[in-house]
């Protein structure tokens, strides 16, 4: 099931961040995410479960670029991992952003996060090495591919 975010979600994705990625993550996850973009962003809950968090999405649609749709964040809760719901998360985001006239997607990936190497290669984005782009010692590839999203 998913819908769009609003400012109730924060606490209970803040709550599970760190722990579902692994590392202390949650002060990325911006609650003006919630509160003033909840609207681009993607809640996903199991079928039935509406009360249940299962995976979120914060993304935007550019303001400097308006082709460009920007996923800052998402995460999959690790029980309910390797389903699809990662992937439903990016399409419901992706079908919202064409929608409003985005061409293209990108997303950001740590090259030690080998699992989400593997997602956004999985999902046809192609991705650059930027040294120390999100700081000293922060290296990033960046994810990009075009909308709608769909075969590669
Ligand atoms: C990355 C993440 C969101 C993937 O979510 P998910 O629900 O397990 O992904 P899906 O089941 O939708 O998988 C989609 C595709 O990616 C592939 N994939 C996902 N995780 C993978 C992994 N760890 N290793 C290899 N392939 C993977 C799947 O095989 C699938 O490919 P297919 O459709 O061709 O079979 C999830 O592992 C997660 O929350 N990780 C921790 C947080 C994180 O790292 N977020 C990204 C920050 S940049």
Redesign the pocket.
């Known amino acids: 099931m998913l819908r769009s975010l609003t400012g109730e979600d924060f606490a209970a994705a803040r709550a599970v961040a760190d722990d579902?990625?692994?590392r202390p993550?949650g002060l990325t996850m911006h609650r003006l995410f919630f509160e003033q973009l909840g609207a681009s962003g993607v809640h996903a809950a199991p079928r039935g479960e509406p009360g249940r968090l299962a995976?979120v999405l914060l993304g935007l649609c550019s303001e400097n670029d308006p082709g460009l749709a920007y996923i800052h964040?998402?995460?999959?809760?690790?029980a309910?991992?390797?389903?699809?719901?990662?992937?439903?998360?990016?399409a419901a985001f992706g079908e919202r952003m064409h929608a409003r006239g985005c061409t293209r997607v990108r997303?950001?990936?740590?090259p030690t996060?080998?699992?989400?190497l593997?997602?956004?290669?999985?999902?046809g984005f192609t991705g650059t090495f930027r040294s120390q782009y999100v700081g000293p010692g922060q290296d990033r590839i960046v994810f990009e591919r075009p909308l709608p999203l769909g075969p590669a």
């Open positions: 579902w990625f692994g993550v995976g964040f998402h995460m999959v809760d690790p309910m991992r390797g389903r699809g719901v990662g992937r439903a998360l990016y997303a950001l990936a740590a996060n080998g699992g989400s593997r997602f956004h290669e999985a999902l």
